[in-house]
């Protein structure tokens, strides 16, 4: 029997888009329901502190629109806890933020700020969401992430993708076969496993192939394709990939 990985499609850099110009489109609230057309089975956005692509209005928008599941991403801020507790999305990726990176750098260091974010995990099951942690491919990580009370991981693919698409140097094999270790163990562990960042139509198998990984969470090439082809037919072609 064929089983497909969920296929949350990363929608921000439609904003991005929208954001380059001040302009309202394109809409992100249009991109998620084109995204949904084309078998996405959710949608994340990562609001940041500085705006730079999703906004408030995107989130409420967002929450009361999309049909399948919503994924914020989000820092462990108050701030944050805020939006979130207002929009209320079916799920929060924690994630680090560095006001100075062009995407996501790197893992949250879960074991080494366990309590705050402990409480952040807490404060957000209490208002009714389930929440995932972005983390590196580093079983001290994702034992701390198991303690702190985390439904589901998302193992950051970064330094994977980097190296199958030649952007570092080294072994993709052995990247590949890092994420596959960690993916078991969070597996063991209960947690729920997902994986995403820097994924393409290129290298996204070989993380279809580790069984443990249930969820891939895909922007940036996705839309990149979407410029040529139509978002419907982009995440389309993606979902076909996910089959195992
Ligand atoms: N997962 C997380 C936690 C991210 O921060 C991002 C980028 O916003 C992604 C997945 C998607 O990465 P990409 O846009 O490179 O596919």
């Not at 990562?46 to 692509?53: E, G, L, P, Q, W």
């Not at 999309?66 to 079916?90: F, Q, S, W, Y």
């Not at 983390?135 to 970064?158: F, K, R, S, V």
């Amino acid at each position: 029997m064929s089983d497909t990985v969920f296929l949350g499609v990363n929608i921000d850099h439609i904003a991005t888009v929208r954001q380059a110009r001040l302009a309202p489109e394109p809409d992100p609230v249009q991109a998620a329901a084109f995204a949904e057309l084309g078998g996405a089975d959710g949608i994340t956005v990562h609001i940041r502190a500085d705006r730079r692509h999703i906004n408030e209005r995107d989130v409420q928008l967002l929450a009361a629109t999309v049909k399948t599941h919503l994924n914020v991403e989000m820092a462990a801020t108050e701030e944050m806890l805020g939006i979130a507790r207002d929009c209320k999305p079916d799920n929060v990726t924690l994630v680090p933020e560095r006001p100075e990176e062009v995407t996501t750098e790197g893992g949250l260091d879960v074991a080494g700020d366990p309590q705050r974010l402990a409480d952040a995990v807490a404060a957000l099951r209490e208002m009714g969401m389930t929440v995932a942690i972005f983390l590196d491919p580093d079983p001290i990580q994702i034992a701390a992430a198991a303690e702190i009370g985390a439904d589901q991981i998302e193992i950051n693919t970064a330094v994977y993708a980097d190296t199958s698409e030649n952007r570092k140097p080294g072994p993709t094999e052995t990247e590949r076969l890092k994420v596959a270790d960690v993916a078991q163990r969070a597996h063991a562990a209960g947690l729920r496993v997902a994986a995403g960042h820097g994924l393409t139509y290129r290298n996204v198998r070989g993380m279809v192939d580790i069984p443990e990984i249930i969820e891939l969470n895909i922007g940036h090439n996705i839309v990149a394709r979407a410029t040529f082809v139509g978002l419907e037919a982009a995440v389309r072609e993606m979902k076909a990939l996910l089959v195992r």
